[in-house]
């Protein structure tokens, strides 16, 4: 399965911006999809996961309230994004799971990555 992330940019904080990452190739067997991000620096962290048949999705505490994850149609998901803020600056990545234990929203559970989406938010 491939994954084509889009949708970064350059914003003001509290301004929205959505992210959609498009899949391709056999998708079947996939068990959860999520978008996580890295910052300059920083480890690669967990933004929100969810189940790719539906139900319900985990977000971490820093965008909790103010972004969504949404996609049903089995070909993509996307990640609205309100009122940014300049900590939520970094590369933006989709991913895919065929594993369990993709709830925990670790890294190692995602075997399938997008190439990445840049958002830069600036005060």
């Known amino acids: 399965v491939q994954l084509q992330a889009s949708g970064g940019g350059s914003v003001q904080a509290g301004a929205s911006l959505r992210l959609s990452c498009a899949m391709s190739?056999?998708?079947?067997?996939?068990?959860?999809v999520g978008w996580f991000r890295q910052a300059p620096g920083k480890d690669r962290e967990f933004v929100v996961v969810?189940?790719?048949?539906?139900?319900?999705a985990w977000y971490s505490d820093s965008v909790k309230g103010r972004f969504t994850v949404s996609g049903d149609n089995f070909k993509s998901f996307d990640l609205q994004m309100h009122s940014l803020k300049p900590e939520d600056t970094a590369v933006y990545y989709c991913?895919?799971?065929?594993?369990?234990?993709?709830?925990?929203?670790?890294?190692?559970?995602?075997?399938?990555w997008g190439q990445g989406t840049l958002v830069t938010v600036s005060s």
């Open positions: 991913a895919a799971s065929r594993r369990t234990g993709w709830a925990t929203g670790e890294t190692e559970y995602f075997g399938y």
């Open positions: 969810k189940s790719w048949t539906g139900g319900t």
């Open positions: 190739g056999g998708t079947g067997g996939i068990t959860g």
